[in-house]
C-alpha cells in the first residue's frame, strides 16, 4: 500500500504570507497537490500530519478546506501546535474528540490500519502525551494485534539534533515509545513539526519526520538550544511510504519545476553491467511536474 505524507501546510488567510512574511505557504501547498495528483500509481491516501494552519484561524481553515478538494485521494488529518482543536473538528469534520477534548482516531479503510494521534499541549508550541491519550492508543493496539499499522503524530517523538526543536527534550514521549514497542504490527511512525526529513528507529519502529510544504529548517546541529530558529528556502516536499509489502520504503518527493527526464535504455544499462562507459541517453521534452 502506498501512503502519501504532507505535513507543516502553515496556510494562511488570503493574501498573508507566512514566515515573517518571506513565505507563500498556501502557494506552496497548492503546489504539492498538483504534483501528488500527477503520481502513477497513485497513493491510497495521504496523512497530512498537523500544522495544516498557520494561526488556527477559521479563514485558514476554510481555505485549506478549499485546497483539500482539488486532492484526489482521501486525505486524513492530524493535528498540529499550530492547529486549534477547538476550530478544527468542526472546520475539516474530523472525528468526534476524546473527552479531553485531544483530536485522535483510527482510519480502517485500507489494508493498512492508520492511527493518528494528537501529541499537542495546552502550552503553545509544545509536546505531550497523557494518560487519557496514551489508553486510548493501548485499546487501540490491542484491538487488531496482527494488522500492518502506521501511526502519526505531528511531534516526532525523538531528538533530532536541532537544539533549538529539541529543547522540550524526548521525555514527554517516554511512555508512548514504550507502548509503541510492545507491538510488532506497527510498522511506521510518521511525524512532521520539524520541517525537514529526519528517519530514526524508536521503540523498535522506523520513525520517519516528511519535510514541509512551507519552509524548510535549516539543518543546524550546533547543539545550541538557544540559537535563532534559522529557516532556509528549500523546494517544498512530501513523502511517499510503502507499507505492508515488505520492508517499509520512504521516497522523498521535490516540489517544483526541474530539468527534463533522462531516460536510460535497457541497452545502456546492460552496457554499464559490462563496464561500458558508452550509454545512450535519450531525453525526454522538459518536464515541469507543477505546469
Not at 477559521?58 to 485546497?67: D, G, H, K, Q, S
Not at 485499546?139 to 494488522?147: G, I, N, S, T, V
Request: proline residues 8%.
Amino acid at each position: 500500500m502506498l501512503i502519501a505524507q504532507i505535513t507543516d501546510t502553515h496556510v494562511s488567510a488570503p493574501g498573508v504570507l507566512t514566515c515573517g512574511g518571506a513565505v507563500d505557504s498556501t502557494a506552496r501547498f497548492a503546489a504539492a497537490i498538483q504534483q501528488l495528483n500527477s503520481l502513477t500509481p497513485r497513493p491510497a491516501c495521504v496523512l497530512i500530519t498537523g500544522d495544516l494552519a498557520d494561526q488556527g484561524q477559521p479563514e485558514e481553515y476554510e481555505v485549506f478546506a478549499e485546497l483539500l478538494d482539488h486532492i484526489e485521494i482521501p486525505v486524513h488529518c492530524a493535528i498540529g501546535n499550530h492547529d486549534d482543536r477547538r476550530v478544527i473538528v468542526n472546520a475539516l469534520q474530523l472525528p468526534a474528540p476524546l473527552p479531553g477534548g485531544w483530536v485522535q482516531y483510527c482510519v480502517d479503510d485500507y489494508p493498512v490500519r492508520l492511527i493518528l494521534l494528537d501529541s499537542t499541549s495546552n502550552v503553545h508550541h509544545m509536546a505531550e502525551f497523557c494518560e487519557e491519550r496514551l489508553n486510548w492508543l493501548r485499546d487501540r493496539l490491542a484491538e487488531q494485534p496482527d494488522r500492518p499499522t502506521v501511526v502519526a503524530i505531528h511531534h516526532p517523538p525523538f531528538d533530532t539534533g536541532i537544539a533549538f526543536l529539541d529543547a522540550l527534550g524526548p521525555g514527554w514521549a517516554a511512555d508512548l515509545i514504550a507502548l509503541l514497542g510492545e507491538h510488532d504490527n506497527v510498522e511506521l511512525v510518521v511525524s512532521g513539526h520539524v520541517h525537514r526529513s529526519i528517519q530514526t528507529v524508536v521503540g523498535g519502529n522506523l520513525a520517519n519526520i516528511c519535510p514541509s510544504t512551507a519552509q524548510q529548517t535549516t539543518m543546524d546541529l550546533a547543539e545550541n538550544p538557544s540559537a535563532d530558529a534559522l529557516f532556509v528556502l528549500e523546494p517544498p516536499a512530501f513523502q511517499v511510504h510503502r507499507v505492508g509489502e515488505g520492508p517499509v520504503v520512504t521516497h522523498t518527493v521535490p516540489v517544483g519545476d526541474y530539468e527534463g527526464v533522462i531516460k536510460v535504455t535497457p541497452e545502456a544499462r546492460a552496457g554499464w553491467a559490462d563496464g561500458d562507459p558508452r550509454v545512450l541517453l535519450a531525453k525526454r521534452d522538459h518536464h515541469s511536474p507543477s505546469a
